[in-house]
């Protein structure tokens, strides 16, 4: 009797799961020199690149990487293979590898780039068109999802802390719940300049009294607008809602006419905050281009799991903040010493 054929034979692919699995290199490179490809996903929603990753198999991964896997591919649990690795150099591979194509990306499809808050790349338009609402512990845009949080007044007392280096001269860009302004004012700044685009947010600021602080000085508008107006600073606070990485990065251009030398700069570091490893890669990226325009940044690490309960989050369309540990940037201009 003839045998039956093998239902079971694997496929190019499964292989290549399996070598990559185990850590074997040089099947992993027989395949995909064969044409198996690097880019699929096995029955568990797992890509080879992430198996290889789990096992900590740092050559089987770059063969991966150098073939076009995908680094930043997610299993079902939203894990990435960097967060699925626990050996420092195949991290580090990943996080070079994720880096370098973050760079060229930035150049050829800026747009692609993640939003640097909670708004999962609302337009700024529309977001600034639609109504907000107020309650005691939040802001939130018409979606339902959160512009502002109290959970982040630690943080923002931390950022102030930071900026108010001096009694000199404060700006601060959004708003919000005005957390990190409250926090600002107690450092007793000799002028204290807040933007804020929202009519309504802005309005609620003169509901508050703000208009009529001594120190204070109110600018209506997007920050794009207003720059023109402004003067420069000893301190720098950015934390605007409903715009890009790429915005981010355009305000960053601003900084060697906004901040005097010797000035601290700092941002809501919200970019990718709910997978640890895309966090880091956007740290680094941020840290990078920072570099680029010659300032140097120190990430300070706050622990913020005892702020966050699934509490906190009843009522939210999006938790934008998942993670542990806040890495608090701290930017000054690099001297030469440095
Ligand atoms: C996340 S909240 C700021 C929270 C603030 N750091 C606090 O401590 O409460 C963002 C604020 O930026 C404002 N905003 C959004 N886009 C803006 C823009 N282009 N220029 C100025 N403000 C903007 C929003 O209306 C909102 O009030």
Redesign the pocket.
């Known amino acids: 009797m003839a045998a039956a054929p093998d239902s079971k034979a694997k496929s190019p692919e499964e292989l290549l799961c399996a070598a990559a699995e185990s850590g074997n290199a040089e099947a992993v490179a027989d395949l995909l020199s064969s044409g198996a490809d690097p880019t699929h996903f096995d029955s568990s929603g797992m890509t080879p690149l992430m198996h290889a990753a789990t096992g900590g198999h740092v050559a089987a991964s770059r063969l991966l990487l150098d073939a076009g896997a995908p680094w930043n591919a997610l299993s079902p649990s939203g894990l990435s293979a960097g967060d699925l690795t626990s050996d420092p150099a195949t991290y580090d591979l990943l996080l070079d590898h994720a880096l370098r194509s973050e760079l060229i990306l930035g150049t050829v499809a800026r747009r692609q780039a993640p939003p640097t ?1 909670s708004s999962d790349g609302v337009p ?1 338009e529309s977001y ?1 068109d639609s109504r907000v609402s107020f309650s005691e512990d939040r802001v939130m845009d018409a979606e339902s999802k959160a ?2 949080m109290e959970w982040e007044r630690p943080l ?1 007392e931390a950022h102030a802390r930071a900026v108010c280096t001096g009694a000199g001269k404060v700006l601060n ?9 409250e926090a600002i004012q107690s450092y007793e700044p000799e002028e204290h300049t807040i ?4 009519p309504e ?1 802005y309005a609620r600021m003169l509901k508050l009294g703000w208009g009529e602080k001594k120190n204070v000085k109110i600018v209506f508008g ?3 607008d207003v720059i023109p107006q402004l003067g420069s600073y000893d301190g720098i606070f950015f ?5 890009y990485y790429e915005d981010m990065r355009e305000f960053h251009e601003h900084l060697p006419k906004l901040l005097k030398p010797g000035g601290v700069y700092s941002y ?1 570091n919200g970019l990718c905050g709910d997978n640890a490893f895309f966090h880091a890669v956007y740290c680094q990226l941020v840290a990078l281009e920072l570099a680029n325009l010659g300032y140097s940044t120190q990430f300070i690490p706050l622990p913020v799991k005892d702020c966050l309960s699934e509490k906190i989050w009843e009522g939210v369309k999006q938790k934008y903040w998942q993670l542990d540990t806040y890495y608090l940037p701290v930017c000054q201009e690099e001297t030469e010493s440095e």
């Open positions: 808050d700024a600034l512009v502002m923002m860009v959004g708003f919000g719940m005005g957390l990190v302004d933007i804020e685009a929202h947010v997007r920050w794009q934390d605007t809602y409903g715009e809501f």
